[in-house]
C-alpha cells in the first residue's frame, strides 16, 4: 500500500519511479502519475453582527488562522451547517437577525458562494441548525412560551429544502435554541428551561413526548448540543461547555 500526506493545500501529480528484472532477466523501468489534490482542514464561526467566518485549522494542535469572512446576501450568522450533495457542497446559514436561513454552495477552497440564497419556510426565529442524512433540523426560538423545531428535506441535486413542517411545537421547548439528535432519542436545548430528551423518528423526522432531561438543573441556560462518541456537550450560558453521558435508554448522566 501507499500512503501520501502532503504538507501544502495544492493540487497536481505524484510521479513514482520504478524499475524490475522482466521474466527475460531485462532491466526495466517505468513512471506511475498519480493526480492528487490536497485540501487545507477549515472552522466556521459565525458572528451574529459582522457574518460567518472560515479559518484555516490546525489539526494537530486545534488552533485557527486567517480568519476570513465568506458567502453572501445574509445579514450577520447565527450558525451554519453543511450538507454533502450528490455534485457538490452546501451550506445553511441561519442569518444574524434570526428570520431566514440561506443556502450557499461551498467552493473548492471551502469558501461560500456569494449568491446565498434564502431556503424553507415555517421557521420561527431559528437559532441554530443541525443537519443529520438529507434532512435539516432547525431549533426554533418561537414567540414568548413558545419554541419548537422546524424539520425540512433537502435535495441530494442542489441543496434545496422543501417539505418544511414543525415538531415538538407543545413540547415545552420555552426559547429553543438548538438540537441534536442520536439514535432513537433527540436532544433540545432551550434559553429558559435546560435541556430536554424527545423521542426521535428517524424515518419522519419527528420529535415527541420531550420532557426536561434529568440532568436539566445543572444547565437552566442551554444554547446549544452537539453530540460526539456517546457524549452530549452542552453551551451553557451560566457556566460554560456541560458534557453529559448519553445511556442507552437515551437518558443523560453528567
Do not use: K
Amino acid at each position: 500500500s501507499l500512503t501520501y500526506a502532503p504538507t501544502a493545500s495544492a493540487s497536481g501529480t505524484l510521479a513514482l519511479n520504478f524499475s524490475y528484472l522482466d521474466n527475460a532477466g531485462t532491466a526495466q523501468t517505468g513512471t506511475v502519475n498519480i493526480a492528487y489534490a490536497a485540501s487545507i482542514q477549515h472552522a466556521y464561526v459565525s458572528d451574529a453582527n459582522n457574518g460567518l467566518y472560515m479559518c484555516s485549522m490546525d489539526p494537530t494542535a486545534g488552533t485557527l488562522a486567517n480568519c476570513q469572512t465568506t458567502g453572501g446576501g445574509f445579514n450577520g450568522a447565527w450558525s451554519v451547517a453543511f450538507f454533502s450533495g450528490s455534485t457538490a457542497n452546501y451550506a445553511y446559514v441561519v442569518d444574524g437577525p434570526r428570520t431566514n436561513i440561506y443556502l450557499c454552495t461551498v467552493n473548492s477552497d471551502g469558501t461560500l458562494s456569494n449568491g446565498c440564497a434564502v431556503q424553507g419556510s415555517g421557521y420561527d426565529y431559528p437559532e441554530h441548525v443541525t443537519v443529520l442524512g438529507s434532512t435539516l433540523y432547525a431549533a426554533d426560538q418561537g414567540s414568548p412560551g413558545g419554541g419548537e423545531v422546524t424539520v425540512c428535506n433537502i435535495s441530494s441535486t442542489d441543496g434545496t429544502l422543501s417539505g418544511c413542517f414543525v415538531t415538538a411545537s407543545a413540547g415545552g421547548l420555552n426559547y429553543a435554541s438548538g438540537v441534536a439528535l442520536g439514535g432513537d432519542f433527540g436532544y433540545v436545548a432551550t434559553d429558559n428551561n435546560g435541556l430536554f430528551t424527545c423521542a426521535f423518528d428517524s424515518i419522519a423526522g419527528a420529535l415527541t413526548n420531550c420532557a426536561v432531561a434529568a440532568t436539566s438543573s445543572s444547565v437552566s441556560d442551554a444554547w446549544n448540543v452537539v453530540i460526539s462518541g456517546g457524549i452530549a456537550y452542552f453551551a451553557n450560558a451560566e457556566s460554560g461547555l456541560t458534557a453529559c453521558a448519553i445511556g442507552s435508554g437515551g437518558d443523560l448522566s453528567s
